[in-house]
Every structure is written in structure tokens, then in C-alpha cells.
């Protein structure tokens, strides 16, 4: 069965960087996009970053983009999400979510349990 | 950006009735809507994509409908593990993808 598991959360002061990873299993990575999804405390859901099947393309919400990097190892079967310059509005659940769909229109399929990062001094 | 709104933001149904929870898109999504169900601690869930279709392992009793910039998710015959809360999500016009508020379905 598909198992996505988040690791890397943690506490981080502002202005530092933080490094998460996604195990990706069940199913063949290296043909699918996968995104990243984060819920901060009390809040909806937001989505940050998409990374095509192949790493060719990226996408990033404004309010991640120039600080965060989404990246992916397919040898590996691991989703990367590199943090930087965090903010205390960057702390929340960091959740992986595999892409599926067709012509461009994705939605999540399967998702992670999710990794907390609290950006605090 | 497309703006996604749910309501009720809380609803409340007693087991076994049948809950009605709403999507507002703010421009039309054609039927690129996708239904979650969200439970603290877990790993959120795709219930409904398509604004209609079933997700693999979905009970029957989740139905979902709608187009353009009007949905509607119905839960018929509440079962104690449906309550939850509840997102929907457009991914016509991307990016960014966006995500209603979420509404919050709590037994009465």
C-alpha cells in the first residue's frame, strides 16, 4: 500500500534552515508529482510546493517562494523540501502529498502524517 | 488565485442523519474539486475528486456534486468516524492550489 512518511521537523530559531524529507513507498515515485501541504496551528490547509514526476519543473507559493526549495531523489524514492530564512508564520504540520491526475490537474491522493516545525527564538 | 469558501464553518448532525457541506469557488473550477477529510493527528484523506467521483475505499454514503464555482459534499447516515473536518480544494487554476477554510462536522 502507498506510505508517505514525513521526517525532519523540529525547532528552529528565525532566520535558520531546516531540511525535510518524504520516504515515499506502494507505488513507482519516479512517476508521479508530489507536493508538499502545511496546516500552522489553528489554520486551513495551504498548499507550498509541487515538484513534477521527473524534477523538471517546479512550483512554489508566494509565500514560500525564494526560501524554500522542493526537490526529489527518485533513486531514492525521498521528496525533499529545503527551508530557509524560516519565519515564525513558516511553523506548522508539514504534510507530503502524492499528485494524481491527468492534463495538468492534480489533486492529492495520498498523504503523510505530517512533520511539525516550530520557528521560535 | 482562486478564493475557495466553505460553510457552514461548524455543523452540527446527530448519527445517522445527514450532513450538507458547502464550496464556493470564486471563479468557476469546472468540476476540479476535491473533497478531504481531515482528522487531527492523522494523515488528511481524498474522498471525492472530480467534484463527483469517489476516491478508491470510499464508502457510498459521501457523494459529491456540483460545477462551475458551486459544490456540495452530502454525508448520508453519519457514522461515528465522519466526524472530522472537512476541505475542499480546486485544482483547476494552479498555481497556487488553494484550499477552502474547512468546516468542522461535530456531533449534536
Known amino acids: 500500500q502507498v506510505q508517505l512518511v514525513e521526517s525532519g521537523g523540529g525547532v528552529v530559531q528565525p532566520g535558520g534552515s531546516l531540511r525535510l524529507s518524504c520516504a515515499a513507498s506502494?507505488?513507482?515515485?519516479?512517476?508521479?508529482?508530489m507536493h508538499w501541504v502545511r496546516q500552522a496551528p489553528g489554520k486551513g490547509l495551504e498548499w507550498v510546493a509541487f515538484?513534477?514526476?521527473?524534477?523538471?519543473?517546479?512550483y512554489y507559493a508566494d509565500s514560500v517562494k525564494g526560501r524554500f526549495t522542493i526537490s526529489r531523489d527518485n533513486s531514492k524514492n525521498t521528496l525533499y523540501l529545503q527551508m530557509n530564512s524560516l519565519r515564525a508564520e513558516d511553523t506548522a504540520v508539514y504534510y507530503c502529498?502524492?499528485?494524481?491526475?491527468?492534463?495538468?490537474?492534480?489533486?492529492?491522493?495520498?498523504w503523510g502524517q505530517g512533520t511539525l516545525v516550530t520557528v521560535s527564538s | 488565485e482562486i478564493v475557495m469558501t466553505q460553510s457552514p464553518a461548524t455543523l452540527s448532525v446527530s448519527p445517522g442523519e445527514r450532513a450538507t457541506l458547502s464550496c464556493r469557488a470564486g471563479q468557476s473550477v469546472s468540476i476540479n474539486l476535491a473533497w478531504y477529510q481531515y482528522k487531527p493527528g492523522q494523515a488528511p484523506r481524498l474522498l471525492i475528486y472530480g467534484a463527483s467521483t469517489r476516491a478508491t475505499g470510499i464508502p457510498a454514503r459521501f457523494s459529491g456534486s456540483g460545477s462551475g464555482t458551486e459544490f456540495t459534499l452530502t454525508i448520508s447516515g453519519l457514522q461515528s468516524e465522519d466526524f472530522a473536518i472537512y476541505y475542499c480544494q480546486q485544482y483547476s487554476n494552479w498555481p497556487p492550489y488553494t484550499f477552502g477554510q474547512g468546516t468542522k462536522l461535530e456531533i449534536k
Open positions: 515538484i513534477r514526476y521527473d524534477g523538471s519543473n517546479k
Open positions: 506502494g507505488f513507482t515515485f519516479s512517476s508521479y508529482g
Open positions: 502529498a502524492k499528485g494524481k491526475g491527468a492534463a495538468g490537474l492534480y489533486y492529492f491522493d495520498y
